[in-house]
């Protein structure tokens, strides 16, 4: 119950009692006052050494005079002083019992102990001697202490105190006593006389004889409560500051809020945010009852069982709730169970009835979170160990700590708003799902970035004439709504030039000019705006099985060959889009069917600590490929992006490549004389027949007649007709080197032609033209399917 010193432990008599009535401690003092030894009565009953009837002993401290049986049977009345020490481990809590034997020996004139306290002093002082027993005490001490000096004369400090914090300022006495030098100790606690705890300054100066010999220790007690609880207020600021707001995430942040205020403030912390309304922002003016969702909790005890709402739970508060209140009057309310301020909303919630009476809550605080103007949600600060209710200071720095993280949750409000409004705009830019071509198989992913959000990736797969198909992947600078809106921007235009079948090298050069318009408009006056972005972009043809390929500032897509080792393209070096008058240029590479490529932005690979070893994980998940390209897909992106996600948003497309048999392909060198068209489409009725197309035969047969004849009567010799069908599409294909691009035109009724385009627009699919090295090619494509 105290530190053990080499005193006289006879000087004061003490006992020891639990909370069942069993005297479980006896010390030599007590024998010497009562006669009993230790062994006549450890064990046994306490009441049996009590003459009237044992005391009804309440709270953490009692004092009184009691009238106890001396072992001859004499009644020996006693004042006494009894701590009472609450179990820590399930077992009975015990009080501790003492009295002075003695007033710690006579005064004399000269007796330096016997003038050190100033009893008029404002300041608390007490006097111990050379055995650390009590000697004197001025009124200001004996105010703080609760009891009177002639009480407490001859016990030392753990005993009159019977508190950790008493025992310990006991060693400090003791250090002074033995070393002569003075001490300052600092506490914080609740002394006898007081009913809340203060802050106290203890400072220890020993006491000296003439002969300069240490005859005792002086303590005199200072409050330094207000100090003490503005430089704590301070500092649960900073903290503040510092612990909330640590990441743009809602939940997160109230959480921290919570985290802050236990157990500084509160025993238990809960936050309620209001839902959004149709605009996305919390209603303005509030009437019971209040809907709230629960966005965080924290308590003083593991598993916060004193919560009643779930995380992410919402719940319904009635008038009367802290909550409801709080949030209709727009200010702090603070309630007290015992007054009875919470007894309609009690009454009404049950089950928080029954673990308000549980826990023994006793005082709760409404802060309403607002910022900006707007109003969030409620925290709710709950005491129930805490003993002291809430007091205004404690209102203006709750209100304080809840200010700053209502902004740091307002930010990330606004944040989650515009994050879930540029990822809805991302998603309806990029591709639903990847078309099913003839030309190659395809799996993609995007991933935003886990801190900064929707950026400017994108990718695509367009299919063009001649089933070959165009893949396409690029990176806005930037990240946010205005990424989204020019990633959608620079995809269109990607798929209109694509369209119009320009080569990869032209197609960069256009969508550059693009850019540079954009980052005009984009700017003020005299000076450009900061859009810029990366591209790379590639055209695979089934039929030669060749992939032409063009980059501006992009990374090289990864290819893997069948049975070969994956190892990027080489590419040769293009500028960003938006430098503006620089030239791209392209490089052809001729691909075996099945062979793979990676195409993907840069932020995949600088998640890695360095871009080499970005390169080298995705060659190495590449090379693990197997037959399906979505579980590879998956593969990479488990093996190059951390855990929470990567730091920039990620798209990644892999492309298997396909080749069409030659036995799908049939050309014919057309002769100039027009009238040398008809054994051509004898010759192609006879190919359809082969291929088990003939029920295609009469539409071919006229579309071709249309095409063959204008490009003979327009174009440029020498002229060349090609027929491709797969599955499910048959393209018939006539080049010439003329450059003159044709044109539908709307015949005149008495006009003997100019209906051919028309004709053949109506009946195809579609129907184009392209630009060649040569010249042109005139293209259309029929349907095959049995619904066409």
């Known amino acids: 119950m105290s530190p053990e010193y080499p005193f006289d432990e006879a000087a004061t008599a003490r006992a020891v009692v639990d909370d069942v009535g069993t005297l479980v401690g006896w010390n030599e003092g007590a024998r010497a006052l009562l006669g009993w030894t230790a062994a006549e009565v450890v064990g046994r009953p306490a009441g049996n050494l009590l003459a009237d009837g044992a005391p009804v002993l309440t709270g953490a401290r009692w004092d009184g005079t009691v009238a106890l049986r001396h072992r001859d049977g004499r009644a020996v009345p006693m004042w006494v002083l009894a701590h009472h020490h609450p179990s820590r481990d399930g077992t009975p809590g015990q009080w501790l019992v003492v009295t002075p034997l003695s007033g710690g020996g006579p005064d004399s004139p000269d007796d330096p102990l016997a003038t050190a306290a100033l009893v008029q002093s404002p300041c608390a002082v007490a006097v111990y001697d050379d055995r650390l027993r009590l000697r004197r005490i001025n009124d200001a001490m004996a105010e703080v202490i609760g009891l009177p000096e002639e009480r407490v004369r001859g016990l030392r400090v753990s005993e009159i105190g019977g508190k950790p914090q008493s025992a310990e300022l006991e060693r400090h006495l003791l250090r002074v006593l033995t070393s002569g030098r003075a001490e300052d100790v600092q506490t914080y606690m609740r002394t006898g006389g007081e009913e809340r705890a203060h802050a106290w300054l203890a400072r220890m100066a020993p006491i000296t004889d003439g002969a300069g010999r240490v005859r005792g220790v002086c303590l005199a007690a200072h409050d330094f409560t207000e100090n003490y609880l503005a430089r704590e207020r301070l500092q649960l600021v900073n903290e503040a500051s510092v612990r909330i707001g640590s990441t743009l995430d809602v939940t997160r942040t109230a959480q921290e809020l919570a985290a802050v205020c236990v157990p500084a403030l509160a025993d238990f912390v809960s936050v309620d945010l209001l839902d959004p309304q149709d605009g996305g922002e919390p209603p303005a003016r509030f009437t019971p009852p209040v809907s709230l969702r629960r966005a965080a909790h924290h308590s003083i005890n593991p598993g916060s069982p004193e919560a009643v709402a779930k995380p992410g739970e919402a719940q319904h508060y009635p008038a009367g709730s802290p909550q409801a209140d709080s949030l209709v009057a727009g200010r702090t309310i603070v309630g007290s169970v015992p007054s009875g301020a919470l007894d309609a909303w009690l009454s009404w919630d049950t089950a928080r009835a029954e673990r308000v009476r549980e826990l023994g809550v006793h005082s709760t605080m409404s802060v309403p979170i607002q910022a900006r103007g707007v109003t969030l949600g409620v925290a709710v600060l709950t005491r129930f160990r805490r003993p002291d209710p809430f007091t205004p200071d404690d209102v203006l720095l709750a209100e304080e700590v809840t200010a700053r993280a209502a902004v740091c949750i307002d930010n990330a409000r606004l944040y989650s708003r515009e994050r879930d409004t ?63 809106a020019t990633m959608g921007r620079l995809r269109t235009a990607v798929r209109t030039l694509a369209d119009i079948d320009l080569a990869p090298d032209e197609l960069l050069t256009h969508l550059d000019d693009l850019v540079v318009r954009l980052s005009e408009e984009a700017g003020g006056e005299g000076s450009p705006g900061e859009v810029g972005a990366s591209c790379l972009y590639a055209v695979y043809d089934p039929v030669s099985r060749r992939c032409t390929l063009a980059g501006a500032d992009h990374p090289p897509p990864v290819l893997l060959r069948p049975g070969g080792v994956p190892h990027p393209v080489e590419l040769p070096a293009g500028p960003a889009l938006g430098v503006g008058g620089l030239p791209f240029e392209s490089t052809e590479l001729e ?112 579309v071709v007649s249309e095409l063959v004849t204008n490009a003979i009567r327009y174009g440029a010799h020498p002229i060349r007709l090609r027929l491709i069908h797969d599955a499910t599409t048959l393209i018939c294909e006539v080049s010439d080197t003329s450059h003159t691009a044709p044109h539908l035109r709307r015949a005149k009724t008495w006009d003997e032609g100019g209906r051919g385009l028309l004709l053949v627009a109506q009946l195809t699919q579609r129907w184009g033209s392209r630009h060649t090295p040569e010249g042109k090619t005139i293209w259309a494509e029929l349907s095959l399917s049995e619904e066409e």
């Not at 078309?435 to 950026?455: E, H, K, N």
């Not at 400017?456 to 396409?472: C, E, K, T, Y």
């Open 591 to 702: 691909l075996a069917e099945g062979s793979v490529l990676a195409f993907y932005t840069d932020g995949l690979i600088e998640s890695q600590r360095d871009a080499d070893a970005g390169h080298r994980l995705l060659s190495e998940s590449l090379k693990a490929y197997s037959d399906s390209l979505d579980e590879t897909c998956d593969r990479i992106l488990h093996a190059l992006l951390p855990p929470g996600g990567a730091s920039d948003d990620v798209a990644l497309l892999l492309a298997r490549t396909r080749g069409l048999p030659a036995s799908q392909v049939s050309t014919w060198h057309i002769p100039a004389d027009p009238s040398l068209v008809a054994p051509i489409r004898k010759q192609v009725v006879e190919q359809l027949a082969a291929w088990e197309l003939s029920e295609a035969s009469f539409t071919t047969e006229l």
């Open 422 to 484: 540029a990822l809805a705009l991302q998603r309806s830019l990029l591709p639903r799902s990847l078309p099913r071509t003839a030309a190659v198989d395809a799996a993609s992913r995007y991933l935003p970035a886990a801190r900064a959000g929707v950026g400017g990736d994108w990718f695509d797969v367009i299919p063009l004439s001649g089933l070959r198909v165009a893949m396409v992947v690029g990176d806005v600078v930037g990240h946010g709504v205005q990424a989204s």
